[in-house]
Structure formats: structure tokens, C-alpha cells
């Protein structure tokens, strides 16, 4: 049933207050009144993540009397302060503390006190003179401090609380990690502390990527949240958005200028005002060949400051968006940073289905119950959650989909921080309707009760069946702990590993985590995979971290060798941010066949915002790429789902690259315009294309790679879009911008 807008008012009631909108609002008003109004409600000394109300109760109780000198007051709202961003106050307060001859600290207060320094020496170098190499691990050149008396401090800090705990993992990483800042790492690290070999290169041969988004005025200094890439204007280059987790964040529109710029369009693109998201995603729901933008908010946040609507927002075509979430069906109100669209009926229109968090599986009225809904065909949808028994319970962190059986249905696989794993196969019922029914412990998932956050399906061994990755979120301690315990030889079991399940085209996965070397620390957050050296293998790029300060630990890349194993590139691709790590994209934005990354960077608190980034790929081998750009006609208009096989023969030998078309990663969105490599072959025998629920294949024979092609469903010709190279200026190297072709002449 279409929903209508009421013409003489809309009544919304949502957590406890009433918005009253005039016959005059739109739908898109409307959201922004309503995020307005969660915001202020939701400014409160219950929100964990809001210390502001924290530090004015701490001063109120200070401004009395009562307690004035109390050291665990004081020390309480430093580390408030230190979550505001307010590192200077905090590390006055601390200094206090323990210059006080009648108090004896306790170990919480120095460990504290050392990351307070470190986080100013961070604020006064990597965030106020920021480099391309800032807080890159290992840090070295231009990514050393220039102001040194945080890092010095934190290390005289954490030599005294080393002393009395020798075997405090957590501090022994985070001492290392502050002579590094100063360029003194290993040399003046005193041998009884130090960690080795934190500097070696991973792997020879590998090129570092380089960060210039801020040359390229693309660095937006904010907290968490997701990153799409994507052509939004349709003129055939690559466009950016942005957004933040917290209600007071604003999303960022970056239109690609096609010369080497971008130019910031938020405000003309009506994106004022749509603030928050954890994650975006794009999609075409109205199948009008615009891509639209699916807004996830209020992932992480309890007692109930999490229940925050998401936000459809309609591309109009024109270079605006409009939010159209309450006309589509779509208001709801449960905290989420996870969705998969895809066509689950087979009926040539994009459905959703939406991962909630709940942080018990009993089921009362707190609960947040994962949704399915199904297109209408006409801007609206219908929630079809319990008659498709997909109506999960659980703290979930991540949902993605894939036809992992190749029964010609996407299936959906949920990721969850209570530990549970989903593999929801899809019954594929004829005539519309939709089924799923739970194989997971048929297929072999069941057994890891690990909990798990960012996830994925892809095909990683190139032999035509979708795979599945899922990253282990099991911690006790700051994540430091854990990188100082693997560096020490130490490793404790499934710390923050990448889970790797071969498919075994039987309907059941092996767990390879071991033998493709992916039992590594790592704590993804977000990620997303691509290929970086146009091999046809796909590659994994994770950003990494938690809300705690202690936790800073690299970001990690793997390169995919062969489809055999993953071998750690961090450290030789400069990939490593100290940084937290969240929404991630691969793209080649240069139109060069090269993908760049993308990196949406920042923390929880305000105090823990970052810059984004984007890393060029400084890539220089003569392996081939094809991209390509698919129209469904009876499939959904954006081809998601669509499977695309490459077979070629590179060196003497035949060999297929499979690519299902799709944005990557469950945190962080790749363009959908499939962009594949295919190693030295010289041309491509053929393209095979299954387009998502329709039925349709379509064969391509003989095509010259390195270029970009437009297919559209049914048609035998493809179109060749002639796309310039681009080049993005880095103002201190210019030569790493260019594209390869320009710097060989």
C-alpha cells in the first residue's frame, strides 16, 4: 500500500517526543527536523558517547565544594576532557594529580596520563601539521613530530609504569610506538622494552601508496562513518561522499571536475542538514539509472540512543538528492550501520535487508529485529520480515549478500558481535515471494562463536564460486595489547583474525584462515577488498581499531597471491594508519586502470576525529584491467547481483576472473562500476555476463582490455566511454599523482 503524506499534517512519535510538520514540509524537511530532534534529545549525560554533559556534572560537583579534592574526580574529567579533544586541560589535570607527595596514583591514572600525552603530541603534529606520512606505522620521514614534548612525556609516563609492571603488553606497544614519533625507534628504545623489528618492510618489491587528500581538499577531519564512491552525476567520473556517525556530523559531497579536483557540492546537492550515518551505501531503488544513497545511523549507541532512523535519499538527476524515507516505507527507528540490497525475488528491482543491534537474543521491547524489505515498484516497500523467517535477533555488525550456491538467488550471510553467525539461504520462490531458510550449521559456520563485525562475499581463489570473509572482534584489553603480543611471538588465539571460508560448491564452507595466513591481528572495523595490481586476484584493505585511545593499532593490507594465500603488505604499502579506521572504497578515480583507496578515518568521541584519506596507487607494472559499467533492462537497472566472468589466457595458460557486481565490503562502498584486472593477457577471449534475476547471459568475444566499457542488458554492442586520465596534484610530489603513461614520456 503506497504511503501518503498526510496534506494537513504528519504526525511523527518516535522515542518520546512528537514532531509536528505543516502540510507545506517535504518528506526531505522532514528528516532533517527529525535528526534535529534526536540530536537534541539525545544530548544527555546517559549517552555514553557524550562527555560534554559529563564534564559540566564533574565541574558542578568541583564548584561547590564537595569533593574538590577528590584526585579520581579530577581524573575522571580529564578523561572526559580527553575524549572532547581538549588534550592540553586533560594533561594539566594529570600533572596535578601526580605531583601530589600524599597521593599515590593508581595504574588506571598513569596509563591515562600516557595516552593523554600521546594524543597531544598527535593533535599538535599529525592533525595541526598534517603529512601524507602522519601517523603512518611504522612512522618515519615527514611523519615524525616536529613538537615533541607529548611523545616525550607519554614515554617518561609509561617507563615508570613499565617499571612496575614489566609485562604490561598495552604500555610496552604504546612506548614503542612513542619513539617512533620521534624518529628515535629502535635505536634509543631501552633494550628491556623495546619491541623489534616493528620497522622491517613486510614485503619486498611492494610500492608505497601515498596520501594526498589533502592536496586534494578531500580531507574531512570527522569521527567514524562510511564512504561511497560513485558516479552520482553521470558523467562517467568518480564522485565522493562522505558522512559521520554522530547526529551533529554532516555528510560531504566531492564532484569529480574531471581535470585532477574536486569541488565540495554539499550544500547545492541538498545534503545539508541529512546529518549522522556510521555507513552509506548507494543503490537505485526506483531503477531510474541515478544512484541513490541509503544512510545507516545509530550502530553502537544503548539505552535506546541508538534507535535512529536511517535515510533513503532519491538522486534526482539534476545533482540533488532528496530523502524519501517516509514515503518509501522505510522509517524505522533501531540502531544500524549494516544493510545488502540485492534482488531477492528475482523480480528486477533492489530490495533491502537491514542488520540491527540488540544486545540480548531474547526477543522484548527493547529488541531490534533485522528487516526485510521488498521493493513495491513504485518508490515504496513492504516489510516481509517474518513471513520470510529472516527476522534475526541479534548485536549485528555486519550483513552481506551473494548467490553462494549459484541456484540464480542472493542469499544473505550476518556477522554479529553476540557471536552467532547466519547463512540464510533463499528458497527462491517463484511468482514474487521470498523465503530464507537457516543452513548455517549445515554449512559448516556454525561452530565459530567468535564475535565478528565486518564481512563480506567474494570470490577469492577465482574459481566461480563466492566465498566468505568475516573479521573476529574478541578483545579484553586495548588492541595494543594484542599487536604487542603477535610482535613478541606471543599471539593469542583468533585475536582480531580475518576469517577466511572457502566455498566447496556443496553447499558447505572450509574454515582456511590458517593456511591462507589471514590468522593475523588485525580488529577490522571496516573494510573492503579490490585489486591493486591488476593480477585478477582480489585484495583486502581493513581499517581497525575501537572507541578506547589505547587502541592504536595500523591499519592492515593483504595482497591476494594467487588465490592460495594473503600475504601482509602494511608496512611496504604505507597503508598502516595509526588512526581508527572505518568506511574504506577502492576506486580508480585517475582513470588510469589503477585503484586509489579510500579511507574514511575518526573515532567514537570528538576528541578521536581524522582526517579521511586517500591513498594513490603508486602501482607501476603493465598488467591489463578492463572496467565495467552494466545497465539491467530486466534485471535491476544497477546490475547488483550480476555475475561476471573474465576468461583469458596470460603466459601460455587459460584462466577465468569471477566478479559479482556489487559495492565490496559490509563498511565502505566501491564503485559499481566493476573495475577488474586480468594480468599480462593481451586480450580477453570472453565476457560472460549473468544478469541478476532475469536469467539472461550474454558472451562478448575477443575485447581489448585497458578500457571502459558500458553494456547494457540485451544489447549486443558495448559502448567504449572515453574517460581522460587524470592527474591529482600532491603538492610536495607532483610525480606520484600522474598517471603512469604521463610519467614514462
Known sequence: ??????????????????????????SHEEMIQLLKAINQKNNTILNPFNPERKIEYCDSVLKIGINNQDSYLWASKASLLLMKGKEEQAVDIYE??????????????????????MRLGERSNCMLNHTGSSCIFPIKNDGVHKIQTGSRKAIETYKTILKIHPDDLESKWLINIAY???????????????????????????????????????????????????????????????SGWDLSDPMHYFQNNKDGTFTDRTEQSGLTGITGGLNIQQTDFNNDGN?????????????????????????????????????????????????????FNNDGW??????????????????????????????????????????????????????YNNDGYPDIFISTMTGNKYLLKNKGIKGGGVDFEDVTDKAGIGSNKERTFTTWFYDYNNDGWQDIIVSDYQFERSLGYYSASQALGRP?????????????????????????????????????????????????????????????????????????KFVDITTSSRLGNLQKGHGIAFADLRNTGRQDIFAEMGGAYIGDSYTSSL?????????????????????????????IKLTFTENGVKRSVYKDV?????????????????????????????????????????????????ITEGVDQFKVNQLAKLTFIDKKDMSLCMPMTAQMK
Open 662 to 710: 556489487n559495492s565490496g565490503g559490509s563498511f565502505g562502498a566501491s564503485p559499481l562500476r566493476q573495475e577488474m584486472g586480468i594480468g599480462q593477457a593481451k586480450i580477453i577471449d570472453e565476457i560472460e555476463i549473468k544478469w541478476a534475476g532475469s536469467g539472461t547471459v550474454q558472451y562478448f568475444k575477443n575485447v581489448l582490455p585497458n578500457q571502459f566499457l558500458h
Open 96 to 117: 596535578n594529580i601526580l605531583s601530589k607527595l600524599d597521593f599515590m596514583p593508581t595504574d588506571a591514572v598513569f596509563s591515562e596520563s600516557g595516552i593523554a600525552y
Open 291 to 343: 544512484i541513490d544513497l541509503f544512510v545507516l545511523r545509530g550502530a553502537w549507541l544503548t539505552r535506546g540512543f541508538g534507535n535512529q532512523p536511517s535515510s533513503l535519499l532519491r538522486n534526482n538527476g539534476d545533482g540533488t538528492f532528496t530523502d524519501v524515507t517516509i514515503p518509501s516505507g522505510l522509517l524505522f527507528f533501531h540502531p544500524t550501520q549494516t544493510a545488502t540490497w540485492a534482488d
Open 492 to 564: 593469542v588465539a583468533n585475536a582480531g583474525n580475518v576469517f577466511l571460508y572457502k566455498n566447496n560448491q556443496d553447499g558447505t564452507f572450509t574454515n582456511v584462515t590458517k593456511e591462507a595466513g589471514l590468522d593475523k591481528v588485525v580488529y577490522s572495523m571496516g573494510g573492503n577488498f579490490g585489486d591493486i595490481d591488476n593480477d585478477g586476484y582480489l585484495d583486502m584493505y581493513f581499517g581497525t581499531g575501537n572507541p578506547d585511545f589505547r587502541s592504536l593499532v595500523p591499519n592492515k593490507m593483504f595482497k591476494n597471491v594467487g588465490g592460495k
Open 350 to 403: 533492489l530490495d533491502v535487508f537491514v542488520g540491527t543491534e540488540t544486545s540480548t537474543q531474547v526477543l522484548d521491547a527493547n529488541s531490534s529485529t533485522c528487516a526485510l524489505y521488498i521493493n513495491n515498484h513504485n518508490g515504496t516497500f513492504t516489510n516481509v520480515t517474518k513471513t520470510a523467517h529472516c527476522d534475526i535477533v541479534s548485536f549485528v555488525k555486519g550483513v552481506t549478500s551473494a548467490d
Open 1 to 26: 500500500m503506497k504511503f501518503k503524506i498526510i496534506l494537513a499534517s504528519v504526525l511523527v512519535v518516535a522515542l518520546g517526543f512528537t514532531i509536528i510538520a505543516s502540510s507545506q514540509t517535504s
Open 180 to 242: 617512533m614519533t620521534l624518529g628515535e625507534y629502535p635505536v634509543k628504545v631501552p633494550k628491556n622494552l623495546l619491541i623489534p623489528g616493528l620497522n622491517a618492510d613486510s614485503v619486498a618489491g611492494v610500492k608505497p601508496f601515498k596520501d594526498i587528500a589533502a592536496s586534494l581538499g578531500i580531507n574531512v577531519n570527522g569521527r567514524a562513518g562510511g564512504v561511497a564512491i560513485d558516479d552520482f552525476n553521470n558523467d562517467g567520473y568518480l564522485d565522493i561522499i562522505t
Open 615 to 643: 591513498y594513490l596507487n603508486p602501482e607501476t607494472n603493465d598488467n591489463n584491467w578492463i572496467s565495467l559499467k552494466l545497465d539491467g533492462v530486466k534485471a535491476n537497472k544497477a546490475a547488483i547481483g550480476s555475475h
